[in-house]
């Protein structure tokens, strides 16, 4: 019988992009679900912010952080309880998940985190989520240091991606088209294009890359014509 070859713990698993890494890879990958929504989690009444719902289990291969927001207002109109909010879920959440399994990673490990273009392309009404997202990609950068050569950590920057989190962006085919055309390559991306980028980071192909942030924007960040 064919053997998974790597145990990944996907956090925030009922998200368009996990759910698509699942369905593709699943053959290749013992996969185990957090997530508080149950019909996409290996155990019930998960809380990202109580460690004591999180699964006790060792010897991860891999790490994939999916929690994030999306809240666009301008600075004026963004309380500190929506900042408080987006970093309680984008960072605090993923360093609680850190703490807990840091001890349970086997040797050669993979972690992901999700950013976004905006923490490196300066956007109107992204304060809140391009600075959680900034914290994110730095935090990458020195635990990739900091825990090599055991494990890498990386670190995936999407532009806009038709997800049921960004279903207000895509109402109808005018909004669609208008968010094309901001990207270089004329099209916004799929929840493939993302897991695509999750997996090879997860793979093998990937064993000479950390401390990066991938850029998987249709050209926004890097590319103006």
């Known amino acids: 019988m064919f053997k998974k070859s790597m145990k990944i713990l996907l956090v925030g698993a009922s998200s368009d ?28 009444n998960f809380n990202i912010q109580d460690p004591s719902t999180y699964i006790d289990d060792e010897n991860f ?8 927001t999306i809240v666009l207002k301008p600075f004026k109109q963004l309380s500190l309880e929506t900042f408080q909010d987006d970093y309680n879920i984008n960072v605090l959440g993923l360093l609680k998940i850190l703490k807990f399994y840091e001890s349970r990673l086997s040797d050669n490990s993979s972690l992901i ?12 009404f992204h304060a809140s989520i391009s600075m959680c997202k900034s914290s994110i990609e730095a935090l990458a950068k020195s635990l990739a240091a900091e825990w090599s050569p055991r494990v890498r950590i ?18 109808n085919d005018k909004q669609k ?21 999750i997996e090879f980071l997860l793979s093998k192909k990937s064993k000479w890359i950390t401390g990066q942030v991938l850029g998987v924007d249709g050209g926004m960040s890097t590319i103006k014509l």
């Open 61 to 68: 291969d891999g790490i994939v952080y999916f929690p994030g």
């Open 17 to 44: 992009i996990a759910c698509d890494l699942f369905a593709r890879y699943n053959n290749e990958y013992q996969f185990v679900r957090l997530s508080s929504n149950n019909d996409h989690s290996d155990i019930e």
């Open 177 to 197: 088209e208008i968010m094309s055309e901001r990207h270089p390559l004329k099209t916004t991306g799929t929840p493939e294009d993302i897991s695509s980028a």
């Open 154 to 171: 990386n670190c995936i920057a999407p532009s806009l991606v038709e997800t049921k989190l960004a279903k207000r962006f895509f109402r």
């Open 113 to 124: 985190f999700i950013s976004t273009v905006a923490a490196k392309l300066g956007m109107p």
